[in-house]
């Protein structure tokens, strides 16, 4: 699990780059912050001051898909947003739980 807070805080060559860089310009400072997950984190516990769930009890507000992630939004109030980018590669209850959340 990767936090992000700026483009460069992911390395340029990783492949979620891309989408890091345009999802964290549309977070003001103070606002939120983006998460990668990596296949590792997919049975864990979120290590998040804001939330601490497993990935598949997250409660999303919303998401989208990008090519290879799942995009998906949880509002922890009215001014502050976490993201989460999570590869499509993920199974079970966590991806059924994204791709409900894409309906």
Sequence with gaps: MR????PSDLPRDHPAQWIAAEILTRIGPGEGYLVLIEPEDFDRD?????LRYRLDRVPWEGGSR???YFHAIHLTNNE???SFLVPDSVKGPL???LEACLE
């Excluded at 936090?3 to 700026?6: D, M």
């Excluded at 979120?46 to 804001?50: A, G, I, N, V």
Aim: glycine share 12%; charged share 30%; net charge positive.
């Design 3 to 6: 936090i992000l807070k700026k």
């Design 46 to 50: 979120l290590r998040l001051p804001e």
């Design 66 to 68: 990008y090519p290879g």
């Design 80 to 82: 502050f947003g976490i």
């Design 95 to 97: 991806r059924q739980s």
